[in-house]
């Protein structure tokens, strides 16, 4: 960051997946931020100056100047274009595509059913023990879907490497 430049700050919960990935995306880049704890079990998400930056309530944000963005995907594509020392995906479009492919796996399928206030509705309506089998269940999917896949990306490179043909 050049001098006169905010430091960026990250909105962040301890327990919150997309956070550490945002968490370990800014180290691994080397980028110098601010780290500001958002409590969601105490309902520090909810609170009004916090929604003027993340609407929905939900972390991580990131503030980057006047910049502010509240989805971790989003925020990592922004981090490595703006910030492009560190590369933190690949320049091939082909495994730059199975990276996409991982995160959304992760993002769209295994995380939304993780979700804080999914599982208390299931621990209020269904029973608390059947939380953990919530979880086992699409964790056990989303994470045989993706390791499916890339299983399948590793063995066509295999056999393209054998065939002779590059990529």
Known sequence: MTNGEKKLQLYSCFISHPSF????????KGLDYECKSINVFKGEQSHPEFLKISPMGFVPALLDGDMVLAES?????????????????????????????????????????????ILAYIRDNVGPDERITWVHK??????????????????????????????
């Open 21 to 28: 990935s945002v968490r370990i995306a800014l180290n691994l």
């Open 73 to 117: 995907s989003a925020i990592i594509l922004y981090l490595d274009d703006k910030y492009p020392q560190h590369p933190l995906l690949p320049h091939d479009l082909k495994k730059r595509a199975i990276n996409y492919q991982a995160a959304n796996i992760i993002s769209s399928t295994i995380q939304p059913t993780l979700r804080i206030p």
């Open 138 to 167: 699409h964790l056990g999917k989303g994470f045989t879907g993706h390791d499916i896949q890339v299983a399948e990306a590793g063995a066509a490179r295999r056999s393209r490497r054998k065939a002779g043909i590059s990529g």
